[in-house]
């Protein structure tokens, strides 16, 4: 399992690709399952056909691509 994993949120871009916003963090814990989320931003919410509210944030590993980097 990762130490941390990251909040993303989908989105439409005007070129009908879905791209992911970076929103928050999560890490697991350490006594209990489960994850303490720190959130930087909240998704907005949309509701669905039954009025329901619904949010999508889906968890990625992180991203090392700058790692290093100053």
């Known amino acids: 399992m990762a130490d941390r994993y990251e909040l993303k949120t989908p989105r439409q871009g005007k070129d009908g690709k879905t791209w992911w916003t970076k929103i928050g963090v ?24 039954k009025g329901e509210l619904v949010v999508e944030v889906k968890m990625f590993p992180p991203y090392e691509g700058d790692a290093g980097k100053k």
């Open 26 to 49: 999560a890490f697991p814990m350490k006594d209990k399952d489960g994850f303490n989320v720190t959130f930087e931003a909240l998704p907005i919410p949309q509701l669905n056909d």
